[in-house]
């Protein structure tokens, strides 16, 4: 059902981000789709600016301005140059609590000519929400944007 729902989805954001140069608009409307239609708790951008992610369009409650390179999820996501999977932020070493709120994350980094850009991060108010199936389905994506 959840691949289902990710096909769907990418064929959906596909559509609405074909022919728009924008790099902004489409992570709008990208973390938009994304959180209206799998119900996460926060969903948005965070882009890279100096030696820091900073952030960007998102859904969901405010959020934490700048992240550190090599901090938190995020910034670990956008050192190690790969998706990052957290079922229990708690457990998560440097964890950066923006919200209590947050139980479980998820974190990909965005690539563009080989840089990474921005990073995508998910969060959910229910332990371990992510699993393979969203890092997969997100990292297409997110290629879209």
């Known amino acids: 059902m959840k691949e289902e729902r990710y096909r769907l989805l ?5 559509t609405l981000t074909e022919g728009e140069t924008d790099t ?4 709008a409307n990208t973390a938009a789709m994304i959180h209206t239609s799998m119900g996460f708790w926060w ?7 100096g030696n820091n992610l900073v952030l960007g369009p998102f859904q969901g ?4 301005t ?8 995020c910034g670990s996501a956008w050192k190690a140059g790969e998706s990052i999977i957290v079922p229990d932020v708690e457990e998560f070493p440097g964890h950066i609590a923006c919200s ?16 990474i850009t921005a990073v995508l991060d998910i969060d959910s108010a229910e332990l ?3 699993d393979e199936t969203d890092r997969i389905w997100l990292e297409k994506i997110i290629s879209l944007v």
């Open 66 to 73: 700048r992240i550190p390179y090599g901090k938190g999820v």
């Open 24 to 27: 902004i608009a489409n992570m």
């Open 128 to 130: 371990n929400t992510f």
């Open 100 to 115: 209590s709120a947050s139980k479980s994350e998820i974190v990909l980094p965005l690539f563009r000519k080989g840089e």
């Open 10 to 14: 990418f064929e959906q954001i596909k």
């Open 43 to 49: 969903t948005g951008f965070y882009i890279v600016r």
């Open 61 to 64: 409650p405010v959020a934490c």
